[in-house]
């Protein structure tokens, strides 16, 4: 008979004065329970790239959360998407607090986030900022950071930050509130400054040593690092193009009446959402109308037509909105897709680890393209490759060829790289940079990035059309974005013209399709950490009714029912 083996013995005990949290690498800390993570990690800190926040047993933390329990910590520094943000957000706090001791009766929007690194701010109420008030303004905020003041939060009632925001005339956040679905909130302090700010800050101000206040010409520039060198800024450059593009944007809200999402939530109980709809689609045809007529103008010397932009930027629906515009104005548009000049993908070239990187310029048939549309541009016949993704190979396409009246238009993620067609004659281009450029905020200060416009965009799109889940989106889009960042961004202002896709009312149509999609995200992945961010922002969007959305939508590109989706325009074979 085999031994019988005794029970572990259990037996209850008194919680440990001290508790341990492991670190990557192996490396264990401990120290007294409910101690705050700024404590545990004050040694963990780089000037390279300073740290700012955690990864907590698989959830993002402030550096001031204490640890009760043992845990797996992974350092989070500004080299980091999430670090960024955590720096970002505590550096607008610290900018309205002064903004508002300085210049109480005046109203300051952050608006649209700049290439170099940086937010455009814009006042109201009064002309801009004079230089000597500029430099006040940054020296008020220094001076904070030289005191190293803490940063401190409390959970109030919904109610409670409702009527706050009331007796500061920020009709703005109060709007917002009022749909809020949980009955408490989080608010920041800092002295007596008290705001609601989306997301983790750091733990004091003397974290937040790098940033600038720049002069523009319609209010100025909080500039910070980017995450590539998160202890230094940018030299500014110039981006008249960009700013015409938020300008024109600026005017689409007045027309609609509708300043941020809260704003765009009361419209939606006032039954207002069909108009906001319609009208917001009418202002990208009537845009879109406007760049076909400049082509039109200029009809006997384009050959080529390039439209480039990042991922789920509506770049499809656009070129083929725009062949129909052209084709409207007695112009035939022959479209063209760049993916179909992929090289073989054994040829195709990697990245640092390894792995395929279609991103680059080189993972192209600059050969190929070239050649053929030299050989389109003169009127010659050319058999376009197609590219089958499944076997990764470059296959013969259909035979094409343009004449009198014939326009190509080539869309894809390198449009504007001028290495692309470096033969293409002077004046025979035309181009067109195409993305989200802006987005509805959620009032003054918290904004919302067009990085997560695209990416929610993305994320329906991928689960609908494509069979992805949240998680194999989300894992992708950190190589996405670093192909946008060195291959498509740096050659925005290369543009004769920019649409910008962004829909006022989107938030809204995506949240409800996005949400039951990222809550599929298994707990303790890296990829959880940004769907519930996703989820968080989300949540203040009240969903609404899309059948209103027409189906010829740059939306419909990504949550179905588009008209386009199989709208092809041929060239003479």
């Known amino acids: ?90 550096l607008t706090f610290l900018l309205a607090a002064a903004f508002e001791k300085l210049f109480p009766e005046v109203r300051l929007d952050v608006e649209h986030s700049v290439a170099h690194g940086g937010y455009h701010c814009h006042v109201s109420g009064r002309v801009q900022l004079k230089s000597d008030e500029l430099t006040q303004l940054g020296n008020r905020m220094r001076e904070w950071v030289d005191q190293d003041l803490p940063f401190s939060k409390t959970q109030v009632r919904l109610s409670e930050a409702i009527e706050y925001f009331e007796s500061k005339g920020f009709k703005d956040k109060v709007r917002l509130l009022a749909q809020r679905r949980k009955p408490y909130m989080i608010i920041y302090e800092m002295g007596d400054h008290r705001d609601y700010h989306h997301g983790y800050m750091v733990p004091r101000t003397g ?48 027309t609609l009446g509708v300043a941020s999402v809260g704003a765009l939530n009361d419209a939606g109980q006032a039954g207002r959402m069909r108009e906001i709809i319609l009208v917001s689609e009418a202002l990208h045809e009537h845009r879109i109308a ?105 296959r013969d396409g259909t035979v094409v060829q343009i004449s009198e009246g014939h326009i190509v238009i080539l869309e894809g993620i390198h449009g504007l790289n001028p290495e692309l067609l470096p033969e293409l004659p002077e004046g025979q281009g035309f181009r067109v940079y195409a993305s989200a450029i802006t987005q509805l905020n959620l009032d003054r200060y918290n904004r919302v990035s067009t990085t997560d416009t695209r990416l929610v965009r993305r ?64 707990f303790g992945t890296p990829e959880h950490v940004e769907a519930k961010r996703l989820l968080s922002l989300l949540e203040w969007f009240a969903p609404i009714d899309d059948s209103p959305i027409p189906d010829n939508s740059i939306l419909r590109e990504f949550m179905g029912g588009s008209i386009l989706r199989d709208f092809t325009v041929g060239g003479t074979s």
Not at 32 to 54: H, M, N, S, W, Y
Not at 216 to 227: C, I, M, N
Not at 333 to 352: A, C, H, Q, T, Y
């Open 290 to 394: 406007e760049i076909a007529a400049q082509i039109q103008e200029k009809r006997d010397a384009i050959r080529l037509v390039l439209v480039a932009g990042p991922s789920a930027s509506g770049k499809t629906t656009f070129a083929k909105r725009l062949s129909i515009q052209l084709l409207a104005l007695g112009i035939s548009p022959l479209p063209i897709g760049l993916d179909n000049f992929f090289v073989d993908r054994e040829k195709s070239p990697r990245d640092e680890h390894g792995e395929y990187d279609y991103e680059q310029l080189d993972a192209l048939d600059l050969d190929r393209l070239n050649h053929d549309m030299r050989k389109l541009a003169a009127g010659e016949r050319v058999q376009l490759p197609e590219y089958d993704f499944i076997e990764g190979m470059q």
């Open 1 to 90: 008979m085999a031994e019988k083996v005794a029970a572990p013995a259990i037996q209850e005990a008194q919680a440990r004065p001290n508790v341990q949290i492991h670190l990557p690498g192996g490396r264990v800390l401990e120290g007294e329970r409910g101690l705050q993570l700024a404590i545990f990690l004050k040694d963990e800190d780089q000037d390279t790239a300073p740290l700012v926040g955690a990864i907590v047993n698989g959830e993002l933390r402030e550096l001031t959360y204490p640890i009760q329990l043992e845990s797996e910590v992974r350092p989070v520094t500004m080299a980091e998407e999430d670090g960024m943000r955590i720096y970002r957000r505590s």
């Open 459 to 522: 994320l329906v799109r991928d689960a609908r059309h494509r069979g992805k889940s949240a998680a194999d989106t989300i894992s992708r889009w950190e190589s996405v974005r670093r192909g946008e960042r060195l291959y498509i961004f740096p050659y925005q202002e290369n543009a004769d013209v920019m649409f910008n896709s962004a829909l006022i009312y989107e938030g809204a149509a995506l949240a409800p399709l996005a949400e039951p999609i990222l809550r599929q995200v298994t």
């Open 207 to 254: 974290y937040l040593r790098w940033f600038a206040l720049e002069p523009t010409e319609d209010g100025f520039t909080l500039q910070f690092p980017k995450r590539d060198t998160p202890t230094q800024l940018l030299p500014p450059p110039q981006y008249p193009k960009l700013l015409q593009t938020f300008g024109q944007y600026e005017d689409w809200i007045q």
